[in-house]
């Protein structure tokens, strides 16, 4: 299990609305301005995080409160805008950059895997690279080809490369705090389609290091792995389980790469049966990777082959069709239901 080097610092003016909900954007503003403010060396920049403060308004005020020196718009270069960060890096500056949109990192991903990630490696530990490369990510927002990609699977494969994607307000905040703390570089997953999900919590908080999992419902018969824009119909289907007398327990990664096998290993040793939900392809997706894990570390306790519930081997549709392309309750449910339940479960399975 992955240690954490620098623990998160505290601080900053995070404040909820006046009934207390607070949304993914707003968490992730505020933990960009709380990180500006405790640290100079840190940067914010991209295409038109500045003055419009975002596709998204996830920097939205940044630059009007810390300058356009410490927040910045780039030119259309994503190449650039990385190759830029890794000289600054290297510098001893914190920057934090945005890929608009998911498909619009792949321009630069020959620096993530040929430099980002190997300079720790390439200098023998002599120059750490602490680097926060945000991505917004994933479907469900109506949009078209290189705007809805899960992309998660390139990073994920990149040794080197740390990548978180929260699935709540409070990691939003937390998470994206520690990856901007992480002495190395994080890819970190912002699921477009939770940016408006709204939660009652107070900012700043702290949940905890990069590289563990986290248990959003217990329960016993099955476990369903999940991380970002799946977690909703997960805790949903759990729900709906529920109903008929299944106790499914739903384990939300946070963190993909490290990998948190521990906690992952520990639900299935004692469920016997589990499901990987995302929204990525299933074909050498990410799902395929968690799956051979846990067959390799807990074979003699499944009661059944792991499924998985993904999206499709396509390019991602237009939006009139992605409802169908997506994982949603009822696909997750039929999977749990071949699970190979014994005859007193068959009924409700």
């Given at each position: ?337 071949t699970l190979e339940w014994p005859a007193r479960r068959t009924a409700?399975?």
């Amino acid at each position: 299990m992955p240690t954490d080097p620098a623990a998160a610092r505290t601080g900053g003016t995070g404040k909820s609305t006046a009934d207390g909900t607070v949304t993914m954007a707003k968490a992730l503003n505020t933990a960009l301005r709380d990180a500006l403010r405790a640290d100079e060396n840190t940067l914010v920049f991209g295409e038109d995080v500045g003055t419009l403060g975002g596709v998204f308004r996830v920097t939205d005020g940044l630059a009007r409160e810390f300058g356009d020196d410490r927040c910045f718009d780039t030119p259309l270069a994503e190449s650039a805008i990385i190759g830029t960060a890794v000289g600054m890096a290297m510098y001893g500056y914190r920057p934090v950059v945005e890929m608009q949109f998911d498909a619009f990192a792949y321009p630069a991903f020959e620096q993530l895997v040929s430099h980002v990630a190997k300079f720790r490696a390439r200098t023998r530990g002599a120059l750490p690279l602490p680097l926060t490369v945000r991505i917004p990510y994933g479907g469900g927002i109506g949009g078209v080809e290189h705007h809805s990609d899960s992309s998660e699977i390139y990073y994920m494969a990149t040794p080197g490369l740390t990548v978180v994607t929260p699935a709540t307000v409070a990691d939003a905040y937390s998470l994206l705090r520690r990856s901007i703390d992480w002495p190395d570089p994080v890819v970190f997953l912002e699921p477009k389609r939770l940016y408006w999900h709204k939660e009652k919590t107070g900012l700043p908080t702290d949940t905890g290091p990069l590289g563990w999992a986290a248990v959003r419902r217990r329960g016993t018969d099955a476990t369903l792995v999940t991380y970002g824009p799946a977690l909703p119909a997960a805790l949903a289907a759990a729900e709906a389980a529920a109903e008929s007398g299944l106790s499914l327990e739903v384990i939300d990664l946070r963190t993909l790469a490290p990998f948190d096998e521990e906690t992952v290993a520990a639900s299935v040793d004692r469920t016997g049966r589990a499901v990987v939900v995302h929204e990525a392809h299933g074909f050498a997706g990410p799902g395929a990777e968690i799956a051979a894990r846990i067959t390799e570390r807990c074979f003699y306790r499944l009661e059944a082959p792991v499924r998985r519930v993904t999206g499709f081997d396509v390019p991602y549709p237009a939006p009139l069709l992605e409802s169908h392309y997506l994982p949603d309750v009822q696909r997750i449910l039929d999977a749990v239901a071949t699970l190979e339940w014994p005859a007193r479960r068959t009924a409700a399975a």
